[in-house]
């Protein structure tokens, strides 16, 4: 069983979801980035990754390069641990994808569907509201 999941959804949001209790090493991101470049190729789209059902992460995961070379992504987070190693991650991307850390779905989703983010935002940028459910 893969560790992570890929869709899109009906608004043309691509999710990458992290299954329940997976602990995210090097080969788990360099796995998911490369399932993103290639179902993305053709058709790029804001991006989604759910961390929120992680366990744990090695900080050799948050060295790994960009999924995409342009565009928007949100990192969905609850916890401090993945706050702070999703920060160190979107230190190594390139500046032509904003970005940002968020703990609520709904507000990532709005971010990543608004025309706000013509410009990077900083790697510090964290959502402060409360998480919402794990549904799609």
């Given at each position: 069983?893969s560790?992570?999941?890929?869709?899109?959804?009906?608004d043309?949001?691509?999710?990458l979801?992290?299954?329940e209790?997976?602990?995210v090493?090097r080969?788990?991101?360099?796995?998911?980035?490369a399932c993103?470049?290639?179902?993305m190729a053709a058709?790029?789209?804001?991006?989604l990754?759910?961390l929120?059902?992680?366990?744990?992460?090695?900080?050799?995961s948050?060295l790994?390069?960009?999924?995409?070379?342009?565009?928007?992504?949100a990192l969905?987070?609850d916890n401090?641990?993945?706050?702070?190693?999703?920060?160190?991650?979107?230190?190594?991307n390139d500046?032509r994808?904003?970005?940002?850390?968020?703990?609520?779905?709904e507000?990532a989703?709005?971010?990543?569907?608004?025309a706000?983010?013509a410009?990077p935002s900083?790697?510090s940028?964290?959502s402060s509201?409360s998480?919402?459910?794990?549904?799609?």
């Open positions: 069983m560790a992570f999941t890929f869709h899109r959804r009906a043309g949001v691509a999710v979801r992290h299954r209790g997976i602990r090493t080969a788990i991101t360099e796995a998911a980035v993103v470049r290639t179902e058709e790029p789209a804001p991006l990754v759910d929120r059902a992680v366990t744990d992460a090695t900080i050799d948050a790994v390069g960009p999924a995409q070379d342009e565009g928007r992504v969905l987070v401090f641990l993945l706050q702070l190693l999703s920060r160190e991650f979107m230190k190594h500046d994808v904003s970005r940002r850390v968020f703990r609520d779905e507000l989703l709005q971010w990543l569907l608004s706000e983010c410009s900083s790697p940028s964290v509201t998480r919402s459910t794990r549904s799609a």
